[in-house]
């Protein structure tokens, strides 16, 4: 079976800070992860998804999201966060046409 | 491409009263995922569909059913409702070739149930 784990329902950063949303997974096949956002009264969007190309996946609006199997972690960065990013995001684990997703994770982005 | 639109966007019912929702997938992709999302419980897993034909199912009641129609539309229908029912509604689609295919959402249908 397939899940997920979003450490911390709320982060709060400065406009300019590191963006850091933790995601730990776990799956009994290689993982197919990726990352979404919804913002207030709209459907996810997705931010990006390990292809398993590369370890270090780059998605939208300067999000990326490294892939650590050693870890079981694919954590959500980015350099520096922007106002219109204060949303919710949450991580997600794909098998066979069935998507678990975590609890989510609320930013908040404080000018 | 026009995304995926699902109809209505608001709907209130009274308990015991059935509802059907509908969602029109993004023009050629063939699967169709239904989700629930609350404050408490996040995001849970309805079914799936890929071509009429229901792929798989999370651990939802009987109430909770669906279907896919021939051209992909899905509707998702909720029978003897209960207040426990309120949600967001959010219907996704995919081409449904693979497994790491990335979902694309709509808007959504809030339900609330008095």
């Known amino acids: 079976a397939q899940s997920v784990t979003q450490l911390g329902s709320h982060v709060s950063v400065s406009e300019g800070a590191l963006v850091l949303l933790r995601c730990n997974y776990s799956s009994s096949v290689p993982p197919y992860l990726f990352w979404y956002v919804q913002y207030p009264n709209q459907g996810l969007q997705l931010l990006l998804k390990y292809t398993s190309a590369a370890t270090l996946v780059k998605g939208i609006n300067g999000f990326e999201a490294e892939f650590k199997k050693s870890e079981t972690s694919f954590h959500l960065t980015k350099p520096s966060a922007h106002m219109s990013d204060a949303a919710e995001y949450f991580c997600?684990?794909?098998?066979?046409?069935?998507?678990?997703f975590g609890d989510g994770t609320t930013l908040t982005v404080k000018p | 491409k026009a995304g995926v639109t699902q109809t209505p966007r608001y709907l209130i019912k009274t308990r015991g009263q059935q509802v059907t929702l509908s969602c029109s997938p993004i023009s050629g992709h063939r699967s169709v995922s239904w989700y629930q999302q609350t404050p408490g419980q996040g995001l849970q897993f309805l079914f799936e569909y890929f071509s009429e034909t229901q792929r798989n199912k999370g651990n939802f009641p009987g109430r909770f059913s669906g279907r896919q129609f021939s051209n992909s539309r899905s509707e998702m229908n909720v029978s003897t409702l209960e207040l426990g029912d309120s949600a967001l509604y959010l219907c996704?689609?995919?081409?449904?070739?693979?497994?790491?295919?990335?979902?694309?959402f709509g808007s959504g249908t809030q339900l609330s149930v008095l």
């Open positions: 996704a689609s995919s081409p449904g070739r693979g497994q790491n295919e990335k979902l694309f």
């Open positions: 997600a684990v794909s098998d066979r046409g069935k998507s678990t």
